[in-house]
């Protein structure tokens, strides 16, 4: 992505808007995700599901950030650390599969 930042500043207030949709704020994360975002963040992004109104939002960015802090790709690995801090300040979204979950797949071919 061309010019992270400034794609985290227009996506973010899409993000954290509750009056958007469900998609419109869930596909804002997942670029801002894609933007190689720094810890501080991250942190910002787990800490917005303190007062997250959606379960679909809140349940799409906990589990999207447990499942990178969780990876073990070594392409992962500076995210995961962030991730993993990050999720200290999450609420935790364990709602069943009615609602978003995030998951990634992981394989090392040797």
Do not use: W
Request: hydrophobic letters at 35%; one cysteine or more; a positive charge.
């Amino acid at each position: 992505i061309k010019l992270p930042h400034k794609v985290r500043n227009c996506l973010y207030p899409v993000f954290k808007n509750p009056e958007r949709s469900v998609e419109e704020r869930i596909a804002a994360f997942i670029v801002m995700m894609d933007s190689e975002p720094q810890a501080s963040f991250l942190e910002l992004l787990a800490q917005s599901t303190q007062r997250e109104t959606s379960n679909q939002v809140g349940g799409f960015v906990y589990t999207h950030m447990k499942s990178l802090a969780e990876s073990r790709m070594p392409v992962d690995r500076e995210i995961s650390k962030a991730c993993q801090k990050a999720l200290r300040l999450c609420k935790p979204f364990d709602l069943g599969i009615q609602y978003s979950h995030s998951r990634k797949l992981q394989a090392i071919d040797d």
